[in-house]
């Protein structure tokens, strides 16, 4: 049985201490084995002892050190700062973690923690200094890395502020400026249609549709371009949308049937972008449908790695492997026009809005034997499991 100390009266314990407080080679030990730098110094400023971790940080031995003045210690910039210090403690003061920079014998600065104390002879006297060293060189370099770092995001976020307000111009200049002229010429050919028709003959009515198809191609295009850049600003407001509730308005507002909305946890994003991915993903699935086939779409949704995967499956049409990683790019199309109606910039929304808050979308086989396509959204703060 061990025998039980707990009850060592105080001043028993004090008695058995003192000895070793006082034992000057003890406290030799102690300084030889401490992680800091610990020299010393007389009033002259020369160095008159110099601990194992002094050696380590300073890279010389102790029979290299003592005898030397520690002013050889001090790089020019900081040498005056360290005087100051030096006079405040030889006045009696002690001086606790002072940052500043030291001179290594090699010629390399580090940076150094220092507390500096003075030491006192038998009759009260300063009779030198005692400095203990630690070396934060590393801790320096990681706060100026830092430093740098939120510099350059700094940057960074004024850059994205400026290409912003750059997309917005655009999308008034696409609006305007582009859109203008395409209506004017359309207008203009359909008036050289409307007046002149009984003088063209098949060819040139021809001719006249032609551009009269183009010029509506190319302004639906414009306008997809602007529905596109509209999900290309970073960083959307966001608040809790019911996911479940806002698939049943698209599928309302589209006027489907077949449609069947499960249990789909709520995200924490804007309202516009999360209708924008189902009105585009549930709208797919109904252009794309087989022929003669009742319309079957199915939500459903879960948390999954701490963000919200929404699935959205269809009986259509499907795709084929090997385009799966097309579909998602901007104006890609599987199909001929005059198959089905579109620019492509549908899917590359989805996408975008999916890439915009770190998340992803993919398309796989579905269940239901069309396709089945997956997008993660943010969950609720507090929400993901």
Not at 256 to 262: A, K, P
């Amino acid at each position: 049985m061990s025998a039980d100390t707990s009850a060592v009266p105080e001043a028993a314990a004090s008695s058995r201490a003192a000895p070793f407080a006082r034992d000057p080679g003890l406290l030799s030990q102690i300084v030889e084995v401490s992680g800091d730098a610990i020299f010393s110094e007389d009033r002259a400023g020369i160095i008159t002892s110099w601990n194992a971790a002094a050696e380590r940080i300073y890279g010389c031995a102790a029979e290299e050190m003592v005898g030397r003045p520690t002013a050889e210690l001090l790089p020019e910039e900081t040498s005056l700062q360290l005087q100051s210090v030096h006079e405040l403690a030889l006045s009696g003061e002690r001086v606790d973690r002072f940052d500043t920079w030291h001179l290594r014998p090699d010629g390399r600065h580090i940076a150094v923690s220092l507390t500096v104390s003075p030491l006192r002879d038998r009759g009260g006297e300063i009779a030198g200094l005692a400095t203990s060293v630690q070396d934060v060189t590393d801790r320096v370099q990681l706060t100026a890395e830092l430093e740098d770092a939120r510099r350059t995001q700094e940057k960074q976020n004024v850059a994205l502020a400026r290409s912003n307000r750059d997309l917005e111009q655009f999308a008034f200049v696409a609006s305007h400026d582009l859109s203008e002229p395409l209506r004017a010429m359309t207008g203009f050919v359909q008036l050289l249609e409307k007046r002149y028709a009984n003088e063209l003959d098949e060819r040139g009515l021809g001719y006249i549709a032609h551009v009269v198809d183009g010029s509506n191609r190319m302004r639906t295009l414009i306008d997809d371009l602007l529905e596109y850049s509209r999900y290309l600003l970073v960083d959307p407001p966001g608040r809790v949308i019911k996911t479940a509730e806002a698939a049943r308005e698209v599928a309302a507002s589209l006027q489907l049937t077949g449609v069947h909305v499960g249990e789909v946890p709520d995200v924490w994003y804007d309202e516009t972008s999360v209708l924008a991915v189902l009105y585009n993903l549930i709208g797919n699935a109904n252009k794309f449908r087989r022929p003669e086939v009742p319309l079957r779409v199915e939500v459903t949704g879960r948390i999954e790695d701490g963000r919200v995967l929404v699935c959205v499956d269809d009986n259509g049409i499907g795709i084929e492997p090997q385009y799966r990683d097309r579909v998602f790019g901007m104006f890609a199309r599987l199909h001929v026009r005059e198959a089905y109606t579109g620019t492509g910039i549908g899917l590359a929304i989805v996408q975008q809005v999916a890439e915009r808050s770190d998340g992803a979308a993919w398309v796989e086989e579905s269940p239901l034997g069309g396709c089945r396509f997956c997008i993660t959204l943010p969950t609720v703060p507090g929400e993901a499991a």
